[in-house]
T-cell receptor, first 115, second 117 residues
Framework: DTGVSQDPRHKITKRGQNVTFRCDPI?????LYWYRQTLGQGPEFLTYFQNEAQLEKSRLLSDRFSAERPKGSFSTLEIQRTEQGDSAMYLC?????????????FGDGTRLSIL | AQTVTQSQPEMSVQEAETVTLSCTYD???????LFWYKQPPSRQMILVIRQEAYKQQNATENRFSVNFQKAAKSFSLKISDSQLGDAAMYFCAYRRHSGGGADGLTFGKGTHLIIQP
């Protein structure tokens, strides 16, 4: 078990640029989640996948955000035309979905800073 | 919508003593899960303990235990024999039964736990 891996750890970009983050879940986990955490707050749910299917999207996920999980393995989260308010830690988590009580395991996160 | 409230932004405890972190939640669901996660500074979120709402027995994991009061919608975390390594942000989280749809966790704002040596 190598844990949930996220890349990059830090991303600094100018307002208006596009950014893409990657998440590699624990290998046997079929569920994958994205959260956003701003300073001093708890994580907020953005979206989740079961295998390759995106089953739920939060209202926080504006049209500028898109997430994919091709082949049900790694996932990418893309933010287009970044804004100052997008500055946050983006957390990925994965879980075994076959049993409902399985907890989510989190990665280290990608910290996004918008200049 | 479900909400999770942690009313203590910060708590401080002497090493080796016991501390209790509070959490209340609001839901209309009868079947759900509750979790406490620990987030050390600049490190990943780690699951501390979980409770299934249909179980009346309070969960226990070594020095960590919960007091789950379903009717009061309260889910407090007790840390016994506090250690320096327990210092972190602690988040209470709720997840409804996946048969109901959304599977994302709803988190509280967190409690910053300080351990005094």
């Amino acid at each position: 078990d190598t844990g949930v891996s996220q890349d990059p750890r830090h991303k600094i970009t100018k307002r208006g640029q596009n950014v893409t983050f990657r998440c590699d879940p624990i290998s046997e986990h079929n569920r994958l989640y994205w959260y956003r955490q701003t300073l001093g707050q708890g994580p907020e749910f953005l979206t989740y996948f079961q295998n390759e299917a995106q089953l739920e999207k939060s209202r926080l996920l504006s049209d500028r955000f898109s997430a994919e999980r091709p082949k049900g393995s790694f996932s990418t989260l893309e933010i287009q035309r970044t804004e100052q308010g997008d500055s946050a830690m983006y957390l990925c988590a994965s879980s075994l979905g076959w049993q409902d009580n399985q907890p989510q395991h989190f990665g280290d996160g990608t910290r996004l800073s918008i200049l | 919508a479900q909400t999770v409230t942690q009313s203590q932004p910060e708590m401080s405890v002497q090493e080796a003593e016991t501390v209790t972190l509070s959490c209340t939640y609001d839901t209309s669901e009868s079947d759900y899960y509750l979790f406490w996660y620990k987030q050390p500074p600049s490190r990943q979120m780690i699951l501390v303990i979980r409770q299934e709402a249909y179980k009346q027995q309070n969960a226990t994991e070594n020095r960590f235990s919960v007091n789950f009061q379903k009717a009061a919608k309260s889910f407090s975390l007790k840390i016994s024999d506090s250690q320096l390594g327990d210092a972190a942000m602690y988040f209470c989280a709720y997840r409804r039964h996946s048969g109901g749809g959304a599977d994302g966790l709803t988190f509280g704002k967190g409690t910053h736990l300080i351990i005094q040596p």
